[in-house]
């Protein structure tokens, strides 16, 4: 399966009875799949099966969806004069003229008075409706399917970005794992180093104490188990990536994993070289993690 990003953007437009349909959508990153809707008056009727069109295809990702929507000419309402009611106002106001010398009526002040001009609402049935409905929902799987090969055109962008941090992480811990500093005899000569500072008369340790400690410092010089799961780490991200599909948490809960690993190897390590390695290695899963982000 394809991975996807979470960001992208989309548009497509269709034509119905001369109404012309609009969608836009745009993604950026989310916890889970939330939608803002913009919509003309009247739409709310299609708010929730939008959403669901939405959710079905993606599981995360903040999502904005605008609708637009221009009515043809025809639908807009033409007025409509009543002449008989026209014709009677008319001529009462030239009697009026006539009798009292009162100034006549303009053509506008007539069509003013209620009664003379109606403005009738268009009516929609729901034949009419369910039609419109039906294009518009059509469009927005098309403009739905765009972002979703926009999202995974990215996706696959930030596998290769992913899949590179890996090997990096990789190569970072068998480096780790063949410094000369990890040798038993390196190891041997730094613990003998210490213990002798153990043994200054000054220390006043007994012997079982010497022990526990030696056998400390030899436990916190093994970095064996961090590297080991560093590997196995490094094998399941790429398994993830191969698999595809909404693996965004997965890698995000392993990035975590990569970061307490190479957190234990730096305090564990008493060598600089290897110190200078885990370091490095935190700078590249900062890198894993940052990427991760942005993946559903």
């Not at 990003?5 to 001369?18: L, V, W």
């Not at 950026?28 to 803002?36: H, L, M, T, Y």
């Not at 001529?91 to 003229?97: D, N």
């Amino acid at each position: 399966m394809n991975l996807q990003s979470m960001t992208g953007f989309s548009r497509a437009i269709a034509e119905h009875d001369g109404n012309a349909v609009a969608w836009e959508v745009k993604s950026v990153n989310g916890k889970s799949a939330e939608v803002r809707l913009r919509m003309p008056p009247g739409f709310e009727r299609i708010e929730v099966s939008v959403r669901q069109a939405v959710q079905r295809r993606f599981a995360r990702g903040s999502f904005q969806a605008t609708l637009t929507l221009t009515r043809p000419s025809g639908m807009q309402s033409q007025p409509v004069v009543n002449e008989a009611f026209l014709k009677d106002v008319a001529g009462l106001a030239k009697r009026l003229q006539e009798q009292f010398g009162i100034a006549p009526a303009s053509a506008d002040g007539l069509l003013s008075l209620r009664g003379v001009l109606d403005v009738p609402e268009v009516t929609e049935t729901e034949d009419m409706r369910a039609a419109l409905d039906a294009v518009i929902h059509a469009t927005l799987d098309v403009a739905l399917v765009n972002l979703q090969q926009a999202r995974q055109a990215e996706g696959e962008a930030l596998r290769s970005l992913l899949a590179g941090h890996l090997s990096s992480i990789e190569a970072l811990t068998l480096r780790a794992e063949a410094d000369p500093s990890r040798e038993p005899a390196a190891i041997r000569s730094r613990i003998t180093e210490q213990v002798k500072l153990l043994l200054d008369p000054g220390a006043n340790l007994d012997e079982a104490r010497l022990y526990q400690e030696a056998a400390f410092l030899a436990t916190k010089a093994d970095i064996r188990e961090e590297i080991d799961r560093l590997k196995t780490h490094v094998v399941s991200g790429r398994s993830l990536l191969d698999a595809g599909g909404a693996v965004g948490r997965k890698l995000d809960f392993l990035a975590q994993e990569f970061n307490r690993e190479s957190n234990t190897l730096c305090s564990k390590s008493n060598a600089a070289a290897v110190t200078a390695i885990g370091l490095e290695l935190k700078a590249v899963v900062d890198q894993f993690r940052e990427q991760v982000q942005n993946l559903e």
